[in-house]
């Protein structure tokens, strides 16, 4: 039984129109985590949750947003997506200095 | 910037056992040796992580080199389905920013039959 779901797994949106992406889980983990994968590169942390605490990345841009209204749920804003943004959104749980757990990805493609 | 070298790409016989290198050099004390996979289109799945004992689950066995600078993940009987990207990570211990991943480029593992 899949632990973290990630909505919708496949996502096009056109240049400039805002995107949300989601993340639930059923571990009751602490923390969330949003990553970005771009085609043959590692995940790249954009932003994570200590409960509701939120720590952004210094090097993650503006236009990516992120909102956590209870444990289960996270979403992933992004304001005005453009050409360069296209790649695959994972979101991940842990308990506090546990292993990470991740959801299947969500694969977003800007046209 | 990663702390881990891996070589790019790997390849192995269906049955044998797969030997995955890892450099982590500049490893410190307190950080530990993690290995997740990530089979094509899917997310990362977590494999194994030691500090400096040998450890093995059901999935493989994690050898560090005594001077910790190196780790070997070994697969004991490559099946198909362990084709993916294989990526060494150094994570610091306790609490705080300092415990998440870094990411390097991994190791591409194919499985032949």
């Known amino acids: 039984d899949a632990m973290v779901i990630q909505n919708p797994r496949y996502q096009v949106t056109q240049f400039g129109k805002p995107v949300t992406l989601s993340c639930s889980q059923t571990l009751n983990h602490n923390v969330m985590y949003w990553y970005q994968q771009k085609s043959s590169q590692a995940p790249k942390l954009l932003f994570h949750y200590y409960d509701k605490d939120f720590n952004n990345e210094a090097d993650t841009p503006d236009n990516f947003q992120s909102r956590r209204p209870n444990t289960s749920f996270c979403f992933l804003d992004i304001r005005s997506p453009g050409l360069g943004d296209a790649a695959m959104y994972l979101c991940?749980?842990?308990?506090?200095?546990?292993?990470?757990?991740f959801g299947e990805g969500s694969r977003l493609t800007v046209l | 910037d990663a702390k881990t070298t891996q070589p790019p790409s790997m390849d192995c016989a269906e049955g044998r056992a797969a030997n995955l290198p890892c450099n982590h050099s500049t490893i410190s004390g307190n950080e530990y040796v993690y290995w997740y996979r990530q089979i094509h289109s899917q997310g990362p799945q977590y494999i194994i992580h030691g500090l400096k004992n040998n450890e093995t689950n059901e999935m493989a066995s994690l050898i560090i080199t005594e001077d910790r600078k190196s780790s070997t993940l070994i697969l004991p009987h490559a099946t198909l389905r362990d084709t993916a990207v294989y990526y060494c990570i150094v994570r610091a211990r306790g609490a705080g920013n300092n415990r998440k991943l870094i990411w390097g480029l991994g190791t591409s593992l194919a499985v032949n039959p």
């Open positions: 991940a749980t842990s308990r506090v200095g546990g292993e990470l757990f």
